[in-house]
């Protein structure tokens, strides 16, 4: 019987031993870690089935705005479900924040873009990713642990939710939200954000029952999920916050600048058969180039070096033309010249050489090496002075600012007491880089001992006053002529369109050694219509008489031959935008007895001018 038996044992020893590795610690622990993972299952679905604690809700609903701020950003809600908070007092059992429905884990850095849709996988592959990693990675005991919110996860449909009820994301600039992609943390982080200042927003003003306390119960869930990622955020935006300060306080690096300015013009010139040869008032096409390269070393200062062009020839008149009988050269190219007319022989030139900056708040100097004139230091008070985009003739602002004699070379200040009030003061040079004493015989070189033009300007109403004005005081020696000039110039605008404007200006003129005495007057009024039919462009009214000698008196005695009659200025343009770089602009002037001689026949002047920028 003893031999049977023993028989038997060695034949049933395998099957035992199998059995005793099937129930071994390892496999035992398994199973329990199974049965966990099914009874945590469980557990969730029957606390998202639990009706929240109503008198938890209660308070939540009732909290306070500085209560509810809690929820914010700034102040993340604890992790621990056994806490309290004073806005929602929601208990989270510890079942939900272990569940397989909770969201990735915080990646080392974030997603450059939102994963795509999970793939799908075979059964096959699971068992074989299982026993490949078995060995080398830890457990996933959450959802949590993962780097993406999936759109089937509670805590993207709770925020989906929570974003159509609010509102508090716009989406993306096609209307669309996008709401079936997954997401990485951080950016379920910024939207849940956004929902949290929302909610926040409406219970500070006062709108608590909109908030319903389901939301209220899903803010708090979603804030404790995203607590790390949320504080993340926050340290993200504290600090880029910094470097944008940072940047703004030292933003400025020493740049030059180009910025061009091209002109075409379309001329010609009708009328005065006693002042020209007919073959001498053919329709011209001219142009101008200037080449600004404005450098800048602070962010508030200027230098400025323009290279010229221009193959502006202006009209002339005929040896023996006028009956005068013949008009001053220079007041007949006064009369009769563009405002952007420039001859440069061929050459390109360096016409103008400017640096200003600022002393303080208030106060800006100017140094004017070449070119300068007055109403490059002080305004002109008007919108008709710019070459450019302005008037057709000089005779778009009051003549007072071209006394300024010969290369424009001094110095100049101005200063505001106001935003209203501005003091301005210069002093420019004929030939202030000559150190000859006698360049012409006339004239003398140096910055005392030449021509030269003093002037100070009290402007009032600058800024957005719809009325602007100025007094102009201009001492300038010039061939031996000593001249003091005072003007007077305003823009008074209407409304966002319509503006008038004007001016009016007197000349004293003494000759040195007290042979002669003159006076000059020169005035016109102006009206300026803004987006006329489209959006940027200038219709434009000038209506005056330009500077005019009506006093006379020679060793003494009086003469009246010059005198008595006056030059009328009469123009008309329009500034036409085809693009934002591209203005075209028609004009038309009509001058009636040129010269200031009623016996001169009358002139018209048309022009097409397009101006180009870049």
């Known amino acids: 019987m003893l031999p049977k038996i023993i028989w038997n044992s060695l034949l049933i020893a395998p099957a035992a031993l199998s059995a005793a590795l099937l129930v071994s610690p390892s496999a035992i622990a398994a199973d329990a870690q199974v049965a966990d993972m099914v009874e945590a299952s469980v557990a969730d679905l029957s606390v998202e089935t639990t009706e929240v604690q109503t008198d938890a809700v209660a308070e939540a609903i009732q909290a306070t705005p500085a209560e509810v701020a809690a929820l914010s950003l700034d102040a993340p809600a604890a992790t621990d479900a056994t806490s309290t908070d004073a806005t929602a007092a929601i208990e989270v059992p510890a079942a939900v924040t272990a569940a397989p429905a909770e969201i990735a884990q915080v990646p080392a850095a974030p997603m450059a873009a939102p994963a795509t849709t999970a793939p799908e996988v075979s059964i096959d592959q699971i068992m074989q990713y299982g026993n490949e990693g078995a060995a080398t990675q830890d457990q996933v005991t959450s959802i949590s642990q993962l780097s993406d919110v999936q759109p089937t996860d509670w805590a993207f449909q709770a925020l989906q939710s929570l974003v159509e009820r609010y509102g508090c994301i716009a989406g993306y600039p096609d209307g669309t939200y996008r709401g079936q992609r997954a997401t990485t943390r951080f950016e379920f982080a910024a939207g849940l954000n956004a929902c949290l200042d929302r909610v926040n927003e409406l219970i500070q003003a006062g709108l608590q029952d909109v908030v319903t306390q389901e939301d209220l119960a899903a803010l708090q869930r979603l804030q404790e999920e995203f607590a790390a990622e949320l504080a993340t955020l926050r340290g993200?935006?504290?600090?880029?916050?910094?470097?944008?300060?940072?940047?703004?306080?030292?933003?400025?690096?020493?740049?030059?600048?180009?910025?061009?300015?091209?002109?075409?013009?379309?001329?010609?010139?009708?009328?005065?058969?006693?002042?020209?040869?007919?073959?001498?008032?053919?329709?011209?096409?001219?142009?101008?180039?200037?080449?600004?390269?404005?450098?800048?070393?602070?962010?508030?200062?200027?230098?400025?070096?323009?290279?010229?062009?221009?193959?502006?020839?202006?009209?002339?008149?005929?040896?023996?033309?006028?009956?005068?009988?013949?008009?001053?050269?220079?007041?007949?190219?006064?009369?009769?010249?563009?405002?952007?007319?420039?001859?440069?022989?061929?050459?390109?030139?360096?016409?103008?050489?400017?640096?200003?900056?600022?002393?303080?708040?208030?106060?800006?100097?100017?140094?004017?090496?070449?070119?300068?004139?007055?109403?490059?230091?002080?305004?002109?008070?008007?919108?008709?002075?710019?070459?450019?985009?302005?008037?057709?003739?000089?005779?778009?602002?009051?003549?007072?600012?071209?006394?300024?004699?010969?290369?424009?070379?001094?110095?100049?200040?101005?200063?505001?007491?106001?935003?209203?009030?501005?003091?301005?003061?210069?002093?420019?040079?004929?030939?202030?880089?000559?150190?000859?004493?006698?360049?012409?015989?006339?004239?003398?070189?140096?910055?005392?001992?030449?021509?030269?033009?003093?002037?100070?300007?009290?402007?009032?109403?600058?800024?957005?006053?719809?009325?602007?004005?100025?007094?102009?005081?201009?001492?300038?020696?010039?061939?031996?002529?000593?001249?003091?000039?005072?003007?007077?110039?305003?823009?008074?605008?209407?409304?966002?369109?319509?503006?008038?404007?004007?001016?009016?200006?007197?000349?004293?003129?003494?000759?040195?050694?007290?042979?002669?005495?003159?006076?000059?007057?020169?005035?016109?009024?102006?009206?300026?219509?803004?987006?006329?039919g489209v959006e940027g462009s200038l219709l434009g009214l000038i209506v005056g008489v330009p500077p005019r000698q009506t006093f006379l008196e020679v060793q003494g005695d009086r003469v009246t031959a010059g005198t008595e009659d006056a030059a009328l200025h009469a123009e008309l343009f329009y500034r036409l935008p085809l693009t934002d770089n591209i203005t075209i602009t028609p004009g038309i002037i009509w001058l009636q007895d040129p010269g200031n001689n009623n016996d001169n026949d009358d002139l018209v002047i048309g022009a097409l001018r397009t101006s180009f920028s870049f």
């Not at 061009?260 to 180039?289: H, K």
């Not at 000859?436 to 003093?454: H, I, P, R, V, W």
């Not at 109403?461 to 061939?479: F, I, K, M, Q």
């Open 236 to 532: 993200r935006v504290d600090a880029l916050e910094a470097r944008t300060a940072e940047l703004e306080a030292n933003q400025f690096s020493t740049t030059t600048v180009l910025r061009g300015r091209t002109i075409f013009s379309l001329n010609d010139i009708f009328g005065g058969e006693d002042l020209f040869n007919e073959d001498d008032t053919n329709t011209v096409f001219q142009s101008r180039v200037r080449l600004n390269f404005d450098t800048s070393f602070t962010g508030e200062d200027r230098l400025r070096a323009r290279l010229q062009w221009g193959n502006f020839n202006g009209f002339a008149q005929r040896a023996d033309a006028g009956a005068n009988p013949v008009i001053n050269d220079a007041l007949f190219a006064s009369q009769t010249s563009l405002s952007y007319g420039t001859d440069t022989d061929g050459n390109v030139r360096l016409s103008r050489l400017e640096y200003y900056f600022p002393v303080g708040d208030a106060t800006t100097i100017y140094i004017e090496a070449l070119g300068a004139s007055i109403s490059d230091i002080v305004s002109s008070i008007s919108s008709f002075d710019d070459p450019e985009q302005g008037s057709i003739s000089y005779f778009g602002y009051n003549p007072i600012y071209d006394i300024a004699p010969g290369r424009g070379i001094g110095a100049g200040a101005t200063f505001d007491f106001s935003d209203n009030l501005q003091l301005g003061f210069g002093y420019l040079t004929g030939a202030g880089d000559e150190p000859s004493e006698d360049l012409d015989g006339d004239t003398s070189g140096g910055l005392f001992s030449g021509d030269y033009a003093a002037f100070g300007q009290l402007t009032f109403g600058l800024g957005d006053s719809p009325l602007t004005a100025a007094l102009t005081y201009v001492n300038s020696y010039r061939d031996n002529l000593i001249l003091n000039a005072y003007g007077v110039s305003a823009q008074f605008a209407i409304n966002d369109a319509f503006f008038v404007g004007g001016w009016a200006s007197y000349y004293d003129v003494d000759e040195l050694d007290g042979a002669g005495d003159a006076t000059f007057w020169t005035y016109a009024g102006t009206l300026g219509v803004a987006d006329l």
